[in-house]
């Protein structure tokens, strides 16, 4: 399992949704990209559309077409997702007690696409959709209540690999055990009415390898992000630390500004030599100084507090960087 499979999962949920509308009719969200996997190029009922986004995943990660490198000769037993998501969406509706057996034989069994052979299947034991769907088809027809509760275990697998792409620095938080999945996986490990159902048990297996990859890719881009942060020390989390330096250079610039003015005035009281103004200046020089020094002291101290007020924040920002390093 990977990214990319699970977006193609979501893509299909995207445009038949996997819960009924009204809880009586399938809900039918975008035709357009299934209707390329229909007879004449439309899809005329509920079946028709299944078996589209049936044959549309299979494309994806079977043929040569699709999605690159394909992830079924990394894992090859995505076909089982693939049933299992097929199984469900056709129990959804209760209408039907064979409905496996009627979409079977309508469809896997009559229809070209499925039975068309494919090139990409020379290695194998089988030349087409059919074949590949035959050697698995024990997945179909699982019990209905247990189908359910695996593929909800699946979907919240997918929905982890699908959060990774926007939560990397989040990564850690996936590491505990402390999701859906998990408890959804535990839940079916636990069924002990199960336990000698090779199907069940072989989803089992299928499900917790692929969660052990997701975690193992977890520790790789937690590793990968403590090798850049330990190579770049003055880039702190989530630029906090370059924060604290722009400001501390703006109290810098402040107190360079008071220098200056503290320098004009100076500069004033030189000026101030004509006899004929020495009295009236020295009186207003004498008013005017006490102020602006007062107001210089001020902000000059200001200055220094936020100064190092900063500087102990920024301290205390690198030694929980380094403690997150450590463990």
Not at 4 to 15: A, H, I, L, N, T
Not at 223 to 229: C, D, G, I, P, Y
Request: one cysteine or more.
């Amino acid at each position: 399992m990977n990214k990319e499979m699970c977006k193609e999962f979501k893509s299909v949920r995207e445009w038949i949704s996997d819960e009924l509308k009204d809880k009586e009719s399938y809900e039918i969200k975008d035709d357009k990209f299934l209707n390329d996997y229909c007879d004449n190029k439309r899809c005329e009922n509920d079946f028709d559309l299944i078996s589209a986004g049936c044959l549309y995943l299979l494309d994806q990660f079977y043929s040569d077409s699709g999605v690159l490198p394909s992830p079924s000769k990394s894992n090859p037993y995505i076909v089982d997702y693939i049933l299992i998501w097929l199984s469900y969406m056709l129990n959804l509706k209760k209408s039907e007690e064979n409905i496996i057996d009627t979409f079977y034989n309508n469809y896997i069994n009559t229809c070209g696409k499925y039975k068309t052979e494919k090139s990409e299947f020379n290695y194998h034991d089988h030349d087409n959709y059919k074949g590949l769907i035959d050697k698995r088809k024990e997945f179909l027809y699982m019990d209905r209540n247990i189908v359910t509760k695996f593929y909800e275990a699946f979907k919240s697998l997918c929905n982890l690999y699908n959060e990774l792409d926007y939560e990397k620095k989040n990564c850690e938080n996936y590491l505990d055990d402390n999701n859906e999945f998990f408890n959804k996986y535990e839940e079916l490990k636990k069924d002990t009415s199960n336990t000698g159902n090779g199907s069940y048990n072989k989803l089992l297996s299928t499900l917790s390898t692929d969660y052990n990859d997701f975690k193992k890719e977890c520790k790789d881009i937690l590793s990968s992000l403590s090798a850049k942060t330990k190579e770049k020390p003055g880039q702190y989390i989530d630029g906090l630390g370059q924060g604290v330096d722009s400001f501390e250079q703006g109290v810098d610039s402040f107190e360079q500004g008071v220098d200056s003015f503290e320098q004009g005035v100076d500069s004033f009281e030189q000026g101030v030599d004509n006899p004929d103004i020495a009295s009236s200046s020295s009186s207003i020089v004498s008013k005017i100084i006490p102020v602006l020094l007062i107001f210089g002291a001020i902000s000059i101290f200001l200055g220094i507090s936020y100064k190092y007020s900063l500087f102990g924040f920024r301290k205390r920002v690198q030694k929980h960087l380094r403690e997150k390093l450590k463990k």
